[in-house]
């Protein structure tokens, strides 16, 4: 089923970061993030939020064209954070643990963990589908191609037809794919060839802890939560 739109708060606006800054899209932090989370029993939360910072820098360097991907990424980020460290953090350590112990309260309220989590996961095998192609798609094939079917087979099953038809006409705003490309390798500090291994490197790591994190919400029947 459809799910109706999230209108994220409003955000100060941040200040564009610059490749190779202390800001920039580190794939050697990505990798090492979503290695710890898996290495947790139950999939570590905070390593989880931590990879997802990483991810936040890479959607940002996408201009404008997922201005409403980034949004909803930082203020659900924000929402996961707070109950990491929050009064209940104990609880909060794991995507298991987090999932038991809101599921015995009904997933009562509206910012939730479970709920936040899930909108991140489900943006997450956008990102996994976007970062593998953009280094293993024929060399032709343009990025607002590569974007477009990522999103179709991903988030655009969960968001309303306007915000498809938002986002299908922003996937023009993209930078090239050579920029794209030449941008993560400022950042890493690496040539081109270097930026397809740490992606290669990355996806399978990502996936995994995304299907891990299915399989948690599916066994407790989690995965439609408003």
């Known amino acids: 089923p459809r799910m109706s739109a ?30 710890r989370c898996r290495a947790q029993p139950g999939l570590g939360l905070a390593a989880y939020a931590d990879g997802y910072d990483q991810l936040l820098h890479f959607l940002r360097s996408l201009n404008k064209a997922f201005y409403f991907v980034v949004q909803d990424v930082d203020s659900k980020l924000r929402i996961l954070r707070s109950h990491i460290v929050g009064p209940e953090a104990a609880s909060f350590s794991s995507i298991a643990g987090m999932l038991q112990f809101e599921s015995a309260g009904g997933f009562a309220g509206k910012e939730n963990g479970s709920r936040t989590l899930l909108r991140l996961h489900r943006a997450l095998l956008f990102l996994v589908l976007l970062l593998d192609r953009l280094v293993s798609a024929p060399a032709d094939k343009s990025i607002s191609s590569i974007a477009g079917e990522s999103y179709n087979e991903s988030l655009a099953n969960h968001h309303p037809w306007a915000v498809r038809k938002a986002v299908g006409l922003a996937l023009y705003l993209l930078p090239s794919r050579e920029t794209l490309l030449a941008n993560m390798a400022q950042q890493n500090a690496c040539d081109a060839a270097g930026v397809r291994q740490l992606v290669t490197e990355a996806v399978p790591c990502l996936k995994d802890v995304y299907d891990q994190t299915q399989r948690l919400y599916s066994e407790a029947k989690a995965l439609e939560l408003p």
């Open 6 to 35: 999230e209108v994220p708060e409003p955000q100060q606006q941040q200040p564009p970061e610059q490749p190779g800054s202390q800001q920039g899209f580190s794939l050697a932090e990505l990798t090492a993030s979503f290695n």
